[in-house]
């Protein structure tokens, strides 16, 4: 028996955290947001359960405002896995037409804050998986890959359970609920380096192209739809650009690339100098700020 | 420098499809790094991230500027803050808790565990410890070998880690003294033969300038040996050693996507499989042999340690999750009492007698310390006596679990030997445990064989043992029936006692509520209590609503044919809900009273009791003569 490569035990793991989900709570979920590292997740659960189709259903969090490739590919990749596909969106924010260029941090706490909130409770699911990773932020180091929530969605950084060996604790009170991190060990690197070996689908938007963009606030901005509003002075420019990592597009910052392959982004992100989640204006302002957004709620 | 060491930005640029084809063949290592406060833990793993240009530079302009406003090494970088993650934590100048970092090398993933070093911590060392390949242990050149140090040497060496890396840092505030490095050494080798510790590898390092960290020093020529990197790059892991023992597969989730498909999903443990392999399914005595591995890329020729697969077995037997599955001719042993090693990590304390629930493998058991031999005080690794383990205790205990548990020793396999402990009221993980051994085989221990025996109970009373069972509502009338049943009894001159709620919640079982479990944990104490009266030649009778047909089902099994009587007082509720003689109907209703049978939690009728008693034509004293007929007692 050949040893396990690196990313052989991930996906291991990953799937043994998936069927210890599924085993163990009533109503599980797939948060599904369309990027990278939720293909890779779906890809895993995939492989997880099969021949069965994964025994739970995606959920996009959806703030109207994500790009429209990213639109695309959620249809597409649902009915390939053959799952349900539920779409949120927080009637609160319809209602007042919250939106990125008008309402700031509003924008973030309504639509994805709230709207998974209200989602979760209104579909009484008990257990959330997420594709976040302990690598993408300090104070994500710490994340649990079982991260409880209390009935509302509080997460306690003091009230986290041990996890020791591959033994996960899923017991929960009614009304309390776990997010569950699959891809918690995994690196940028590592899933850059998974989906090119397992060729999974990603949103082209990850591969550079001449798509049409303003420079606002230090960040190129793609303009995806007839709905940004261009200020004073600035004119749409169609510039060779990809992105790293995929939100609302108008919160979205690309970088400059000529990498239009997979194995080229890889290239360019192993030779690259800044981080992954520079490209979302939601950390800026201070480095502890996810943590702020964490106990909130926000995934 | 360390770029040539991390990433061979050279190769990158070039040839990007042979970077990726030789990092694919990467290995995994996971470690854990022990400190105390001041050892310089979080700089050394900042230096490690920062030398392997996992820091980018908005991080790093973060960072510089962190280090000036809250760093403690004046202008100059602090490393420390890359990795004292929580903003509370960040406050007081301590990390709290485990964190997890990552790097990589052309050879390597690392995955480090950072575990705080002070004394109320040991619960988050042996978390970080249960996962890791090896141990750093870093100890400040000026300090040399401290209690700290033996503690977490002890810690580690307990939670099984065979790899031990003594990093003496800040041999700079040594002058790089050779006689220093080889004192400590000679103090900590006398230490590690007392605990079993047999080989270490020690390394003189700075993690604030670097030395022998990715390069070799200057300052040490006196060392010979690896860098702090190269040894973890080249440091041989037990890969190995799980793939060569016999295969343990715990079933997880048993995968039906149709009636044609029954398929075992699990990680395997250890050993390897293959279809044709003889299979034994445990516990229990099913033998069958593999059919398939599936996976979604198709099926495997073979699988072993450290996968995740799905395998279908030739023959439609009964495999659910909790079970392993290993080979026919190599089982594992079965046993419901064991040694093991304890460590408790909730505030309240563990107390013997007390029931937790226990997972292992994929499996959950109640159980309870029968006896706890010893205390180990992880300062002096002395043995103390104890009657209770308080928050970072760590104990040898005895414990008992409510059923049948296939294991095997952690030292061997801690897939299958490790388990943590959950509290029954609030679900939190109080401990973690590792088995030493079984106390004695539960399947083939043979009750004693006593001379005054139950049929000698039975006859010095003149009377065949009973367990009249009366299940029902609340409000049906079980217990009025009951004791009627019980004064008729009595007058006939037999011997007869009666477990209800006043003297079974309040004493035997004052510790359950109203929970599923707990319900199901009342009925099988009063089960066995009944079981051990039977035994003594007593007919009892029991008034329980004991709504769970499976648990009226346990119970009756515990009896020989024909002793067990199952009687239905059958009520509907509306008539129950209207007699509310104790008014909890009506605070059910209200939602003041949670898990109430035939409101918020299921009432289960028997499908066939042996007598069924209709409260809606039968008064209770009819109904008690009815019972004593039908049973045309044998007394």
Redesign the interface.
């Known amino acids: 028996?050949p040893?396990?490569?690196?990313?052989?035990?991930?996906?291991?793991e990953s799937?043994?955290i998936m069927?210890?989900v599924?085993?163990e709570v009533e109503r599980p979920v797939m948060l599904y947001s369309v990027g990278k590292d939720s293909a890779v997740m779906l890809h895993l659960a995939?492989?997880?359960?099969?021949?069965?189709?994964p025994p739970f259903p995606l959920l996009h969090v959806d703030t109207t405002w994500k790009f429209q490739d990213m639109y695309r590919l959620r249809e597409k990749a649902a009915r390939d896995a053959g799952m349900e596909l539920l779409v949120y969106q927080n009637p609160e924010a319809i209602a007042r037409g919250i939106n990125p260029f008008d309402h700031g941090s509003l924008h973030t706490d309504l639509w994805k804050t709230e709207g998974l909130k209200q989602a979760l409770d209104e579909y009484g699911f008990d257990a959330a998986f997420g594709g976040a990773r302990?690598?993408e932020e300090?104070?994500r180091?710490?994340e649990r890959v079982f991260s409880f929530r209390s009935a509302n969605h509080r997460w306690d950084?003091k009230n986290?359970?041990?996890?020791?060996?591959?033994?996960y604790?899923a017991?929960?009170?009614k009304g309390e609920s776990i997010r569950v991190f699959p891809l918690?060990?995994w690196?940028e690197?590592?899933i850059w380096?998974y989906i090119?070996?397992e060729q999974i689908e990603i949103v082209p938007l990850y591969l550079s192209a001449p798509r049409p963009t303003v420079i606002r606030d230090g960040l190129i901005l793609m303009v995806d739809d007839h709905r940004f509003p261009l200020r004073d002075g600035e004119e749409v420019r169609m510039r060779s650009i990809r992105f790293r990592t995929l939100g609302c597009y108008p919160l979205t910052g690309a970088v400059e690339s000529e990498a239009t392959t997979l194995?080229?982004v890889?290239?360019e992100m192993?030779?690259?100098?800044?981080?992954e989640r520079?490209g979302r204006a939601i950390d800026h302002d201070q480095?502890?700020s996810m943590?702020?957004k964490k106990q909130e709620g926000y995934f | 420098m360390a770029n040539d060491i991390y990433?061979t930005?050279e190769l990158?640029?070039r040839d990007?499809?042979a970077?990726?084809e030789k990092?694919?063949?990467?290995?995994?290592l996971r470690f854990i790094t022990c400190g105390s406060v001041d050892d310089g833990k979080s700089t050394l793993i900042g230096r490690l991230l920062y030398d392997s240009k996992m820091i980018?530079?908005?991080?790093l302009a973060?960072l510089e500027a962190?280090s000036k406003r809250v760093g403690t090494q004046g202008q100059e970088i602090d490393f420390a803050l890359?990795?004292d993650?929580?903003?509370?934590e960040?406050e007081q100048g301590i990390t709290i808790?485990?964190?997890?970092?990552?790097f990589?090398t052309d050879r390597?993933?690392f995955?480090v565990a950072?575990t705080p070093g002070h004394e109320q911590y040991t619960?988050?060392m042996?978390?970080g410890a249960?996962?890791a390949d090896l141990a750093v242990i870093l100890i400040d050149a000026r300090k040399g070998v401290l209690t700290q140090t033996r503690r977490h040497s002890y810690l580690a060496h307990l939670v099984g880690i065979r790899n031990i890396v003594l990093a003496i840092n800040k041999m700079d505030l040594v002058d790089y003294d050779r006689a220093r490095y080889d004192g400590i050494i000679g103090d900590y080798r006398a230490f590690a033969d007392q605990i079993g510790v047999g080989s270490f590898q020690a390394i003189p390092i700075s993690g604030l300038k670097g030395d022998n960290i990715t390069s070799k020093s200057d300052a040490t020529p006196w060392y010979q040996g690896p860098t702090l990197l190269e040894y973890l790059e080249t440091v041989e892991i037990d890969?190995?050693r799980m793939?060569e023992r016999p295969f343990r597969m715990a079933v997880?989730?048993v995968?039906?996507?149709n009636l044609d498909?029954r398929?075992f999903?699990?990680?395997i443990a250890s050993g390897?499989i293959k279809p044709g392999d003889a299979v034994r399914i445990l516990p229990g005595s099913t033998t069958s042999t593999v059919a398939r591995i599936?996976?979604?890329?198709g099926d495997l020729s073979?699988a072993?340690?450290?996968?995740?697969v799905?395998l279908t077995l030739a023959d439609e037997i009964d495999c659910s999750?909790g079970q392993v599955i290993t080979p026919a001719d190599q089982p594992l042993e079965v046993a419901d009492q064991f040694e093991a090693t304890i460590v408790w990590?909730a505030e309240e304390p563990m107390i013997p007698g007390r029931a937790y629930?226990m997972?292992?493998g994929?499996t959950q058991a109640t159980v309870t310390v029968t006896d706890e031999k010893y205390q180990v005080n992880v300062n002096t690794m002395a043995h103390e006596p104890g009657k209770t383990l308080a928050l970072n205790g760590i104990g040898v205990c005895n414990i008992a679990t409510s059923k049948a548990i296939p294991f095997e020793p952690y030292a061997e396999n801690?897939?299958l030997g490790?388990?943590?402990l959950?509290d029954r009221l609030?679900?939190?993980?109080v401990g973690?445990g590792m088995i030493h051994f079984a106390l004695r085989r539960s399947h083939n221990l043979p009750w004693q064989t006593i001379d005054v025996d139950r049929t000698a109970h039975a006859a010095i009373k003149n009377q065949q043992p009973r367990l009249l069972w009366l299940t029902g509502l609340s409000g049906s009338g079980k217990t009025t029936i009951a004791n009627l049943v019980e004064k008729k009894l009595h007058a006939m001159g037999r011997h007869t006692f009666l477990l209800d709620g006043t003297n079974v919640r309040q004493g035997l079982n004052k510790d359950l509520g109203f929970t599923d479990a707990d319900r199901v944990e009342n009925i099988r104490r009063i089960g066995e209590v009944a079981k051990l009266m039977t035994d003594a030649g007593l007919i009892v009778l029991t008034a329980f609503i004991s709504p769970f047909r499976s648990e009226r089902r346990m119970v009756r099994q515990l009896f020989p044919k024909g002793e067990f009587v199952e009687i239905f007082i059958d009520t509907p509720i509306e008539v129950a809900e209207r007699r509310d003689q104790k008014g909890l109907y009506e605070q059910a209703r209200r939602g003041d009273l949670k898990n109430f049978t035939g409101i918020d939690s299921a009432y289960e009728p028997p499908e066939a009791p042996e007598i069924r008693i209709d409260t809606t034509r039968l008064s209770a004293e009819e109904a008690a003569e009815a019972i004593i007929e039908s049973l045309s007692m044998s007394f």
């Open positions: 028996m040893t396990l490569t690196h990313l052989q035990r991930l996906e291991s799937i043994h069927r210890e599924v085993a995939k492989k997880a359960f099969h021949p069965s189709t302990r690598d300090k104070s180091a710490k950084p986290q359970r041990p996890e020791l060996w591959k033994l604790n017991r929960k009170a918690s060990n690196t690197l590592d380096q090119h070996l194995t080229e890889i290239q192993l030779l690259t100098t800044t981080s520079q480095s502890a943590e702020k | 990433k930005d990158i640029a990007i499809d970077y990726l990092h694919q063949h990467k290995t995994m980018f530079e908005d991080q973060v962190d890359l990795v993650g929580l903003a509370a960040r808790d485990v964190a997890y970092r990552f990589a390597r993933k995955i950072d619960r988050n042996v978390t249960s996962t890969q190995t793939i997880q989730w995968n039906r996507p498909f398929g999903s699990g990680q390897w599936v996976t979604l890329d073979e072993g340690a450290g996968q995740s799905t999750r990590m629930i997972k292992i994929t801690p897939d490790g388990f943590i959950i609030n679900n939190a993980t973690a």
